[in-house]
């Protein structure tokens, strides 16, 4: 089992609707939780950052974690064309080591 | 202007000739941290530092090492590449570290091909 897990890609919806991201850990102990952006051959970019179970929102994205299901996901409302990335979980545990998820490409139609 | 930069950028070698890939930032962050991100794999840690002089291993140290010896910079050495170190390397720096969900921020990123 891979530490963490996102759903398979690609992920294709139509402008203007809800796009959901998920992802699945491996460790308890995990502590921090976040989503990177990656626009191909640039950096990736932090889109949210949670670490406390629930809901967190910024603008058009929302984090959710839980961790007793040891869960976390991103939803992005209002999906548009300039969301078209490939999203990156990642998982933290209390010092600095970091695993990210393999990712899941969005592609937001016109 | 806050940036982390990477040098070089884009660097093709042979097996066994050791390269530095040099790495700073000016935002006076104590968290950096190496990575390579290869297709199908996906992004995996190679060494991170919670401060100057404190290094540690993360997913995939094998053939890579680090220094840091002062807070801006944290060169990654490959003392005998190999073509299986043939990536995308980023290099990030951080405030505080990942605790409390402290945000990252990436340099460039160094595309390195070894033959």
């Known amino acids: 089992q891979k530490e963490v897990e996102q759903n398979s890609g690609p992920l294709s919806v139509p402008e203007g609707a809800i796009a959901s991201l998920n992802c699945t850990y491996s460790d308890r102990g995990s502590q921090s939780f976040f989503w990177y952006r990656q626009y191909s051959g640039k950096s990736p970019e932090l889109i949210m950052s949670?670490?406390?179970?629930g809901d967190k929102e910024d603008g058009r994205f929302t984090a959710q974690l839980n961790k007793a299901s040891q869960y976390v996901s991103l939803l992005i409302r209002d999906s548009q064309p300039s969301d078209s990335a490939t999203y990156l979980c990642a998982v933290a545990n209390q010092g600095g080591k970091l695993i990210f998820g393999q990712g899941t490409e969005l592609s937001v139609k016109p | 202007e806050a940036q982390v930069t990477q040098n070089p950028r884009y660097l093709i070698t042979v097996t066994g000739k050791k390269l530095t890939v040099t790495c700073s930032q000016n935002?006076?962050?104590?968290?950096m941290s190496w990575y390579r991100q290869d297709p199908g794999l996906g992004l995996r840690q190679i060494y991170y530092?919670?401060?100057?002089?404190?290094?540690d291993k993360g997913d995939v140290p094998e053939g890579y090492k680090v220094s840091r010896k002062e807070k801006r910079n944290f060169p990654l050495i490959l003392e005998s590449p190999s073509p299986n170190q043939t990536s995308l390397y980023f290099c990030a720096s951080g405030l505080n570290g990942l605790a409390g969900g402290g945000e990252q921020y990436f340099g460039p990123g160094t595309r390195l091909t070894v033959t």
């Open positions: 530092s919670m401060n100057v002089e404190v290094t």
């Open positions: 949670i670490y406390s179970n």
């Open positions: 935002m006076n962050h104590e968290y």
